[in-house]
């Protein structure tokens, strides 16, 4: 689909994007680097990487790929000093990466619960530390702040519960906090923002493929499938852009929903033409006999 923003909203900008190799991650460096932006992707398996760079490459993107993992705190160092080194500068750091499985908390010790809060939430607070001395310096020059943006991808699933969710919920509930607090101290002290972006389900990701796999394809999931569209990573990504261009430069602490109305979700317990129908007829019966006072007393 076609960008509804101008090619050059990120001209000169170098974006870090974790989790970049696939999914989410990947579409937003996409955006990003044909917005203008120089993008670094981090992740674990080198492979994935390289066919990522050689993707964004094609597309005229400047991009690098950079193995690591954002549970290691030498690693988060290194790889943040090598595309400094790369680029020359950092404004942007997109902390995409993430763990996720489906698991009920019968069946999830408490090293599987660690695990994803490990990657998800102490991973965010990792890059982000590791990377404030560059996205201190990141903005410079933009003439509108001096400081870089933090943009952490969260979800939706904490906001009420989600079945067999339970670490992962716990874990985006500490990334939302994290982006709060983030916000309040360095936009404060640094003018860096930091948002945070909430998808909905969003088709082929590997978050999908983990949440609604093939072989456990339910009815439930089925019906709550044809009741709501999925998501594209492009909406994602467009998202990710307004946050990042000087359209969103007085917008922080904030983690904007972009999941179609998904979270809001519930099932319609009375048709719609009932309630046009007969709506006023009950109001007019309440109004002659209201509930609970007995009618030798009316
Ligand atoms: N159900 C229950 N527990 C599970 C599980 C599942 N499906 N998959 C892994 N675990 C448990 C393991 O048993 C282990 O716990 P234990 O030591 O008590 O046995 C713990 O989780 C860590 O698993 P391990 O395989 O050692 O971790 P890892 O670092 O190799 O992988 C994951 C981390 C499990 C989060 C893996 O899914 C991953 O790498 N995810 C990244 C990609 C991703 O999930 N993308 C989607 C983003 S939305």
Request: charged content about 20%; glycine content about 10%.
């Amino acid at each position: 689909m076609e960008s509804p923003f101008r090619a050059d909203i990120l001209r000169g900008q170098v974006a870090f994007v974790t989790g970049g190799g696939s999914g989410i991650g990947f579409e937003i460096s996409r955006q990003f680097g044909k917005h203008g932006a120089s993008v670094a992707i981090m992740g674990r398996r080198r492979h994935v990487l390289d066919a990522a760079v050689s993707a964004l490459q094609s597309e005229g993107i400047q991009a690098i790929g950079l193995a690591g993992d954002v549970r290691k705190r030498e690693d988060a160092s290194r790889v943040l000093e090598e595309a400094f080194k790369h680029f020359g500068k950092l404004d942007i750091l997109v902390n995409g990466a993430a763990g996720n499985f489906l698991a009920s908390p019968e069946d999830l010790s408490p090293n599987a619960f660690r695990t994803v809060l490990d990657i998800d939430s102490v991973g965010t607070y990792t890059m982000s530390h590791e990377a404030l001395n560059y996205l201190k310096k990141g903005g410079q020059g933009k003439g509108l702040s001096t400081g870089g943006l933090i943009l952490n991808i969260s979800a939706t699933l904490h906001y009420t519960a989600s079945w067999y969710q339970i670490h992962v919920s716990a874990a985006k509930a500490a990334v939302d906090s994290i982006t709060r607090s983030l916000a309040l101290e360095w936009g404060t002290d640094y003018d860096i923002r930091v948002n945070g972006i909430a998808p909905g389900p969003i088709q082929d990701t590997p978050g999908m493929r983990k949440l609604v796999p093939a072989e456990m394809q339910s009815d439930v999931s089925r019906d709550d499938r044809l009741l709501h569209k999925l998501g594209k990573t492009w909406d994602i990504a467009m998202a990710a852009l307004y946050l990042a261009s000087d359209a969103g430069k007085f917008v922080n602490g904030t983690t904007m929903i972009v999941d179609g109305g998904h979270w809001l979700s519930q099932p319609r317990y009375i048709a719609k033409e009932d309630v046009k129908n007969l709506s006023r007829v009950v109001e007019k019966k309440s109004r002659k006999s209201p509930v609970g006072i007995p009618s030798s007393k009316l």
